[in-house]
């Protein structure tokens, strides 16, 4: 499945109460679930980590639906000729 | 792109050096990105905005490369039939 496609699925099936949440509200549901993750990473419950991977990239989906981002055309900077501002450390 | 195609370049441009640094120190980075995308959000700048969007979802790919975490295929829990575990408050 295309990064856009999975953008547009999470805008179809959310976007109306997203916009209505507004920015800083939906940030704090997306570090919740980045919360979960953190949880998550620390166990050894393989399926669980799965379901709370996607729901960090759902809410992100989400947070850049409400800030008019493309995310595929936005990953673009790590699939050019020149990697920026990432540090491999 | 597809989103196992993007987690795959991040792997290939990355996962040795990933594995080494271990899931912990891999996880403080990903955050460093988060609170970079917080500051982006609140801010004017559409193109610093973007960037940090594609920070964030690289991170995820490479944590989700060192837990052995398929993305894309994680994502089939929001484009089934039913939908579990998301909040659309």
């Known amino acids: 499945m295309h990064i856009h496609e ?3 699925i999470i805008s179809e099936k959310y976007k109306k109460r997203d916009l209505q949440r507004g920015i800083p509200a939906t940030f704090m549901w997306f570090i919740e ?3 979960e993750l953190a949880t998550a990473l620390a166990s050894k419950d393989d399926k669980n980590k ?3 991977f996607a729901d960090v990239f759902a809410w992100l ?3 850049a639906n409400i800030s008019d981002v ?3 055309k936005a990953c673009t900077k790590y ?3 020149k990697v920026k501002g ?3 450390k």
Chains 1, 2 share one sequence.
């Open 50 to 52: 799965e379901e709370e």
């Open 6 to 8: 999975f953008q547009q």
């Open 70 to 72: 493309d995310l595929e």
């Open 61 to 63: 989906c989400t947070l």
């Open 86 to 88: 990432f540090k491999p």
């Open 33 to 35: 679930e980045v919360g």
């Open 79 to 81: 699939t050019g000729n």
